[in-house]
């Protein structure tokens, strides 16, 4: 991955060896890496959060196409639904080839469902994998959220919390505790 003041490029040799990650996927994770680019330049963000941004973006799904074995293997969970795994796995496995940054590991582990303590790296991630424009849901509604994250990042970040808990809610999802005390810390 090249990561620049400008620019940011998710290059499938440099994902970690233990990603499994399928080409639809890697179009996903570049997206979101691109818009967390295009957002910490716009924010005149310093190297290292931007480098924190780009990092965060690149390994949140690094490991979505994993097996369910292998994702409770990885986790020892065998309650939770798997497709909350995935970003936990990640960080394990993270944090196993010596990643230290908490905002990061923070970012990828609960990219799925929020968390209310995160700093402006998981929100951001939070953010970008909902508004990343290949999403074929809203893409008005959401490409005009996107643009207005400069300016307005925790009014934005409390709308798509807000979107995400409206949907699950509408289509008989489960809420999971950590998404509840997101939503209940922005406001």
Known sequence: MQCSSHTCVVDRSELPGWARVSESRLAHID?????LQQWATAMQLPDNERLAWCDAGRWHDALRDASEADLRA?????????????????????????????????????????????????????????????????REERGFFARQVPSD?????????????????REGQALFDETVELWNATR
């Open 31 to 35: 997206r979101v890496t691109a818009l």
């Open 74 to 138: 990885l986790t020892g969970d065998h309650r939770r639904p798997a497709k909350l795994l995935h970003g936990q796995a990640a960080a394990i496995s993270l944090i196993a080839d010596g990643e230290q940054r908490p905002e990061v590991l923070d970012a990828v582990r609960w990219h799925t469902t929020g968390n209310a303590e995160w700093q402006r790296t998981g929100r951001a991630l939070y953010m970008a994998d909902y508004l990343e424009p290949g999403r074929p849901f809203t």
């Open 153 to 169: 990042f925790d009014g934005v970040f409390r709308e798509v919390v807000r979107h995400r808990l409206t949907w699950a809610v």
